[in-house]
């Protein structure tokens, strides 16, 4: 089947993150992060399971670029341990830190794999947070742009595409308003005050990027969020779900796009809400080069008087099957989602960063898993971009989350997104058949994805279940 519904330069990847895979967190110099410290805490992580081993992947990093070549990737997305590289997060860098990701980038390029390296992927050096109160403080920004200097200069010359930082939403939204996550705190003010570093951190990262001489690729800041269906059709609800997605994707993406927060958080977070000097918001508009989306679910809203300062309440249709997360598997919001960011942000090349599925998966005798499961949801959501292209949303690339079975976070190891198993106790891997899939989606620029996806790539066949969306 002749596919014209990704151009042929479209870029296939996977993707992961330091403390997800790389274990050795005492060796060759790395100091602690928040996260080593959060999983030290005795019931914070699922069986109590921490960065060490993960996938010993500080070790086993040549066979695992191995694999990726066996599944066929044309890129990686990695990121860089900020405390391998600089232990007490500022000051003295540690060569040896620096030298395994000169060395995993060599080894990528060789292979013929393009990296897009993310500088911080939620792992702060504990030091910052215990001396500083880590991103709280007004300094952040400033450390984070010399740690982020000290990574270009190291390793821009073969590095083209950068994101500051992962998901700046789940950092304030597990780190600091519920807390299920490092650095565990439960503080709405200091939140909304953490989030607002993150923002300004990223800005300086990139003014950074862009005056190096090696900063002639491009750099985004990587966002999670969901497409939020009103609840009913109701004008109130439909207020209401786009107060979500403002109060959501808009948060993180409003400011390094526009310079400023969404006017809905200023008008309802008041105080809460910290304001950007006229300089950071100069430097701020126009800092990403492209759209970073990490996209897992979408959700509905219901119009919610009194309901928190947003007055909305989200909740997940149960009409819609979910994955291992509880997350409810939604392409059609994906294909919505897109559209909405491709109007609000104009102009802007879109990567899809991270997409993809926790399965229950089991693996059989020989340790291969026959994750049927996670195929359909990766070809439905392949599907939904392909939609999304044809509706003029410039998608340029797609990073599967995740390459192999991780820590995830305080679900520990418990949940697996691999395309490849990893077995926590032997460290053999195997690859899925996801693996095998992607590797024929990947010679067949998308088109075997195309075939079997159920959900429809023509959007006519899908408007039925977006009525109530459909102008927005
Ligand atoms: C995202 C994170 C990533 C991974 C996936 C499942 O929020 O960026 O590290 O845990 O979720």
Request: proline letters at 6%.
């Given at each position: 089947?002749?596919?014209?519904?990704?151009?042929?330069?479209?870029?296939?990847?996977?993707?992961?993150?330091?403390?997800?895979?790389?274990?050795?967190?005492?060796?060759?110099?790395?100091?602690?992060?928040?996260?080593?410290?959060?999983?030290?805490?005795?019931?914070?992580?699922?069986?109590?399971?921490?960065?060490?081993?993960?996938?010993?992947?500080?070790?086993?990093?040549?066979?695992?670029?191995?694999?990726?070549?066996?599944?066929?990737?044309?890129?990686?997305?990695?990121?860089?341990?900020?405390?391998?590289?600089?232990?007490?997060?500022?000051?003295?860098?540690?060569?040896?830190?620096?030298?395994?990701?000169?060395?995993?980038?060599?080894?990528?390029?060789?292979?013929?794999?393009?990296?897009?390296?993310?500088?911080?992927?939620?792992?702060?050096?504990?030091?910052?947070q215990m001396e500083m109160g880590g991103w709280i403080h007004p300094?952040?920004?400033?450390?984070?742009?010399?740690?982020?200097?000290?990574?270009?200069?190291?390793?821009?010359?073969?590095?083209?595409?950068?994101?500051?930082?992962?998901?700046?939403?789940?950092?304030?939204?597990?780190?600091?308003?519920?807390?299920?996550?490092?650095?565990?705190?439960?503080?709405?003010?200091?939140?909304?005050?953490?989030?607002?570093?993150?923002?300004?951190?990223?800005?300086?990262?990139v003014q950074r990027y862009r005056a190096h001489e090696n900063g002639k690729g491009k750099i985004s800041f990587a966002l999670n969020t969901t497409f939020s269906y009103p609840a009913s059709d109701t004008p109130e609800d439909a207020a209401a779900a786009e107060r979500a997605m403002l109060d959501f994707g808009g948060w993180f993406t409003d400011p390094p796009h526009f310079g400023d927060y969404p006017a809905v958080?200023?008008?309802?977070?008041?105080?809460?809400?910290?304001?950007?000097?006229?300089?950071?918001?100069?430097?701020?508009?126009?800092?990403?080069?492209?759209?970073?989306?990490?996209?897992?679910?979408?959700?509905?809203?219901?119009?919610?008087p009194g309901v928190g300062h947003m007055e909305i309440e989200r909740s997940f249709d149960p009409a819609y099957e979910k994955t291992q997360m509880g997350w409810p598997i939604v392409p059609d919001g994906f294909f919505r989602l897109l559209k909405w960011l491709n109007s609000r942000y104009q102009g802007l090349p879109v990567y899809?960063?991270?997409?993809?599925?926790?399965?229950?998966?089991?693996?059989?005798?020989?340790?291969f898993v026959d994750d049927q499961d996670r195929i359909a949801y990766l070809a439905d959501h392949l599907a939904a971009i392909a939609a999304a292209r044809r509706e003029g949303v410039d998608v340029r690339g797609y990073y599967v989350w995740s390459l192999m079975d991780n820590l995830e976070w305080s679900e520990g190891l418990s949940k697996r997104f691999g395309i490849i198993r990893c077995d926590p106790q032997s460290q053999e891997r195997t690859i899925k058949a996801s693996g095998h899939w992607y590797r024929e989606v990947i010679n067949g620029n998308g088109a075997p994805a195309l075939a079997r996806a159920t959900w429809k790539t023509d959007p006519a066949d899908n408007r039925a279940k977006a009525l109530a969306t459909e102008d927005r």
């Open positions: 089947m002749a596919n014209t519904q990704f151009p042929s330069d479209f870029l296939w990847g996977a993707a992961t993150a330091a403390f997800q895979i790389e274990g050795a967190t005492t060796r060759d110099g790395r100091a602690p992060s928040i996260w080593d410290v959060f999983c030290a805490t005795p019931g914070k992580t699922k069986r109590g399971d921490t960065g060490e081993p993960a996938c010993d992947h500080y070790r086993r990093w040549k066979g695992d670029i191995e694999l990726m070549r066996e599944v066929g990737l044309q890129a990686y997305r990695l990121s860089v341990s900020w405390p391998r590289v600089m232990p007490s997060g500022r000051g003295d860098v540690n060569p040896a830190g620096l030298d395994f990701y000169d060395r995993l980038i060599d080894g990528l390029i060789d292979a013929g794999i393009a990296p897009m390296v993310t500088l911080y992927h939620w792992d702060l050096p504990a030091a910052l300094d952040m920004p400033k450390l984070f742009a010399d740690y982020a200097q000290v990574i270009y200069d190291r390793l821009a010359d073969r590095v083209k595409m950068w994101i500051t930082i992962n998901e700046p939403w789940c950092c304030v939204d597990g780190g600091y308003f519920h807390g299920g996550h490092a650095p565990g705190i439960r503080d709405r003010r200091l939140g909304y005050l953490a989030g607002h570093n993150l923002i300004r951190a990223h800005a300086y990262a958080m200023r008008e309802r977070l008041g105080d809460m809400l910290p304001e950007f000097s006229a300089q950071d918001a100069a430097l701020l508009r126009g800092s990403m080069d492209y759209l970073a989306l990490n996209y897992y679910l979408s959700d509905t809203v219901r119009h919610a899809i960063t991270e997409n993809g599925a926790a399965c229950d998966d089991k693996p059989d005798a020989g340790g």
